[in-house]
């Protein structure tokens, strides 16, 4: 693989055998595999086991699992969508095609523009700005197409200031790149390349990351039809199209469907419906101080967020940072509980026990130390006792020395009395 892998395009699934996220990939990537063969598509679909050939993972810069990428010559492009079937076939299919694609009818046109609900065009001849072009569609490919036509096959609603031009298709009409207004043309792409109002979760959240945008997003049960869901869903939407000119470059607006993802991303509960405001590069958020009733509060709201006048919550400071922690840690030791009440209380009330025998012993080990402490200051005093006083038997044998020493005292005087008698 390693020595024929740029003869061909290669659609990799870098895996590790323990992996849950893998173990629930591969059926989808059977399927995946199984279709674009039978497409006849020019991708081959393969998988490597990246812990036996971690020097090749290495090599494509694989740090986590299950990382999809897509190789083609030198270039190795990163899957970063959801993992489906659709999903992951639609991105093969994108990202080994040419890179800009002509669109030599306006019948092709439209029907490109049926497919694709957000597509760049670049209208007119070769130029710096179509270099440019190339150059941003060699590294966005992975996430839209890139078309090229002439004026005349655009439809008769659209008018160009001059050419050459770049545009973008999306929300039922077009919108113009201006270098004086948008700035560089790979950050206006970036910006663009989403429509103006859509459903988030946890892959497009994360996309929308790139784009430096704030996100304004209704969280609702899609389920639910009463009337509150409804309406704050649509009041989003009214402002993502009635307001785009004053927010589109600083908001993205959508909705999500229940509320875990986002509980989990803020580290708190909140109640559905609500709407929340996510500045997704540093983690903050905002929240209505007020209940949105309609179309104005929404936009009052936005304009206290961007003069500085809401409130912020969140953050990546270093208290944040250990909130983290201790949330991570919580929310999975819960749900390991969850899921596995046996398998939870091994893995936690196993340390514990062994954790608890270590502090028992130690405290036991320091009572007995002490008593044994006790017991010897306890001998070493009566030893200097005996040593100062001496021993019995030196006692007794000091006391009968002296009784000896009397009784010859005694006999000498006997002796001395025996003589003047005599």
């Not at 939407?237 to 509320?259: K, S, T």
């Amino acid at each position: 693989f390693k020595e024929n892998r740029k003869d061909d395009i290669w659609l990799v699934d870098f895996y590790a055998p323990w992996c849950g996220h893998c173990k629930k990939l591969e059926p989808v990537w059977n399927e995946v595999g199984i279709e674009m063969r039978n497409m006849g598509s020019p991708v081959k679909v393969g998988k490597m086991d990246a812990t036996s050939f971690s020097s090749i993972a290495s090599e494509f810069g694989v740090r986590g699992y299950p990382t999809i990428k897509l190789l083609k010559g030198d270039l190795a492009y990163n899957y970063r969508g959801p993992r489906t079937k659709d999903d992951i076939i639609e991105f093969a299919n994108r990202v080994a095609g040419p890179l800009i694609r002509p669109l030599p009818s306006q019948h092709l046109f439209e029907h490109v523009q049926k497919r694709h609900r957000v597509l760049f065009v670049y209208v007119g001849g070769e130029s710096p700005l179509k270099e440019k072009y190339i150059e941003v569609a060699s590294e966005l490919i992975v996430y839209t197409y890139f078309f090229s036509a002439s004026e005349d096959v655009l439809p008769e609603f659209v008018t160009l200031p001059e050419l050459p031009a770049v545009m973008v298709f999306k929300d039922g009409t077009y919108f113009v790149y201006d270098e004086y207004e948008d700035g560089d043309l790979s950050s206006w792409i970036n910006r663009e390349r989403f429509q103006g109002y859509l459903q988030v979760d946890g892959f497009t959240l994360y996309e929308l990351g790139d784009t430096g945008k704030l996100v304004a997003i209704a969280v609702i049960d899609d389920k639910n039809s009463s009337v509150e869901h409804t309406r704050l869903k649509t009041i989003i939407q009214d402002v993502a199209r009635d307001y785009r000119d004053h927010f589109h470059r600083d908001f993205q607006f959508g909705h999500m469907d229940g509320n875990d993802y986002i509980n989990s991303l803020l580290m708190d509960d909140l109640t559905i419906p609500t709407i929340v405001v996510l500045n997704t590069s540093n983690q903050q958020y905002f929240l209505p101080d007020r209940h949105i009733e309609s179309t104005e509060d929404m936009v009052q709201f936005i304009n206290n967020i961007l003069d500085g006048t809401a409130e912020a919550q969140g953050g990546d400071g270093l208290m944040q940072r250990i909130k983290r922690i201790i949330y991570d840690a919580k929310s999975t030791i819960v749900s390991v509980f969850k899921s596995s009440p046996l398998l939870g209380c091994f893995l936690f009330g196993l340390p514990l026990g062994v954790i608890s025998i270590m502090c028992y012993g130690i405290c036991t080990a320091d009572t007995e130390g002490e008593v044994f402490e006790h017991e010897g200051a306890k001998k070493e005093s009566g030893d200097r006792e005996l040593t100062d006083e001496g021993s019995e038997e030196e006692q007794e044998e000091e006391k009968n020395g002296k009784y000896t020493e009397l009784s010859d005292g005694e006999l000498k005087q006997k002796d001395i009395m025996e003589k003047k008698k005599d």
